[in-house]
């Protein structure tokens, strides 16, 4: 597998096409609202590339098909794993829906089954990544009713003024299902991404932190292309790089059936 070695390690952030807000939001919830309601798009596919570094500068390389669905009333996305060979034809699907609980199905080629996942795992990790079930299916958003939410002093960053937002689990048990307690975040009002995330575990101590490096307009939305996660209590690192992302706004429904999980992956145009 080729993982695109010499755009992995170039950090930017760019948001082509996309003009600044005139203010800041005037409260917190203003602000946790604008990425929540970040602009999304009927379809897109891409490659999602995966580098995963140990804390003894073990590295592994995984590839992946990635679709993504907004139809309004759920956001769907499908993750089918290309390589390597011992995680090929592993998939992950996910619901999000703005009216009932979540949906999430795994499929694991070793046992040959498509299993749901309960809504309580959502706080687990993904596959071995940095990065949770929650963080996957999420998008960089923070779920308006798993939150309480409060500003912080504006930061500068690449010479703009931030808003910076922050969040504490509204009960301990939502946190616990997260996996987190609570989070700072700086926001980019142009684009609606955090694009810095710190969090804390369950006990207030430092855990994770997430930057996005690189965001691009895929169709009219703009999107994630090039991101990092940071256990801040192990040192293991997950990078992640898309190519060929392509708005696809007319993606068939099959792509996103659980049944068809096991089937391997799909023919997308």
Known sequence: MRFLKALLFTVT???SGLSQADEAPSDALALASLVADRAANEGRVGTMHFQLTSSSNRVREREALMLHS???ITERIAI????PTMIEETAFLSF???SREDENWLYLPATERVRRLPAGDRGDYFLGTDLTYGDIKDNFKFGLDDW???LGEPEQH???LTPILKGTARTPEIGIEMGYA???AKVDQASGFPIWIEYTDTDGEPLKRIEILTIELVGDAPTAIHFTAENLQTGHHTEVLFSDMR???DLDDSVFDPEVLAYGVPDVD
């Open 182 to 184: 609570s989070f700072q």
């Open 247 to 249: 708005y696809v706004p």
């Open 13 to 15: 952030f760019s948001v």
């Open 158 to 160: 690449n010479g703009t």
């Open 148 to 150: 309480q939410f409060e």
């Open 96 to 98: 999000n829906h703005t």
């Open 80 to 83: 089918y794993f290309t390589e």
């Open 70 to 72: 907004d139809i309004g």
